[in-house]
């Protein structure tokens, strides 16, 4: 058989090395989960898996791949810094490059994402704005000067408080240092209130919040030594039983307002001596005390 002529390529040895075309992905009859802008970031793929999890947990059936393919809806992951600061994003497209619907957070650092990833897809799955989605464990840098997730924070509080003891009313001060925590808070507080009652007191009280949202309620009880005086001259001192309730606004924020109702229970009897035909007498009766504070925790 005759060699080829100089030149020519042998028609087997170039049908051998010629590549071979790119094979297409299959089309996907689910939603896709996509990393877009961070493309090739570790970073940016851990944050599209953990959001494409989330989804799922929703019932979306959403899977993760590698490269855009035809698919019913695609959800596109966008992680963006900006010096010390990231971006994360989730864009909803349907079909691909149509956008129906996108939410975004600011964060302090990469640690932030699994907590950022589940309030954007629960913003985005239930059509509601991402701030609603906020809670006192799920804050991020650009929603607080404080770090994202609140530990126990240790505060002051100093305010106004109204003191009743039976019918009488009287007026004063209400100071407390404690912390106030995700699920529970504890203080120290001292009280000091006159007028037609008097209630001075210090007490050691603990209480437990119902909701992680900016505004909480919470119920607790408290144990304290005072002295209660009436009206009508009946005064008693000692151990004092405080069951509490109350409401904590701007939770949030670095400031803080409580509205606290109480109880004060006195374990004690209210004494009152009278001289009657020269003979000193002691009366007894028993008091109710309550009181409704204001304070400000800094």
Request: with cysteine; aromatic share 8%; charged share 25%.
């Amino acid at each position: 058989m005759a060699a080829p002529a100089p030149g020519i390529p042998d028609a087997a040895t170039d049908a051998t090395d010629a590549p071979e075309p790119p094979v297409a992905a299959p089309a996907s009859k689910k939603p896709i989960c996509l990393v877009g802008i961070g493309r090739g970031d570790a970073n940016a793929e851990t944050a599209t898996a953990l959001i494409c999890e989330k989804l799922r947990e929703r019932g979306v059936e959403a899977v993760t791949v590698d490269q855009a393919v035809p698919a019913p809806a695609v959800y596109r992951v966008n992680l963006r810094p900006l010096g010390t600061l990231y971006y994360l994003e989730l864009v909803r497209e349907e079909p691909a490059g149509h956008v129906v619907a996108s939410r975004r957070l600011q964060l302090g650092g990469l640690e932030q994402v699994p907590v950022a990833a589940e309030r954007l897809v629960v913003a985005l799955t239930e059509d509601r704005p991402v701030e609603e989605t906020a809670t006192a464990r799920s804050l991020v840098d650009g929603e607080t000067r404080k770090p994202a997730v609140r530990s126990n924070d240790v505060r002051f509080a100093f305010g106004v408080v109204g003191v009743m003891v039976g019918s009488d009313v009287g007026y004063g001060a209400d100071m407390a240092f404690g912390f106030h925590g995700q699920e529970y808070g504890a203080q120290i507080r001292g009280r000091a209130a006159g007028g037609d009652a008097s209630h001075v007191s210090l007490a050691v009280s603990g209480w437990r919040y119902f909701g992680d949202g900016d505004v909480a309620p919470f119920v607790g009880v408290g144990f304290g030594l005072g002295r209660l005086t009436d009206d009508d001259g009946f005064a008693g001192n000692g151990l004092l039983v405080e069951p509490t309730i109350g409401l904590e606004l701007f939770r949030f924020d670095q400031s803080r307002l409580l509205i606290t109702t109480q109880l004060d229970i006195p374990v004690f009897r209210f004494e009152k001596t009278r001289n009657l035909d020269g003979e000193r007498q002691l009366e007894e009766r028993f008091r109710l005390g309550g009181s409704l504070a204001t304070t400000f925790v800094f």
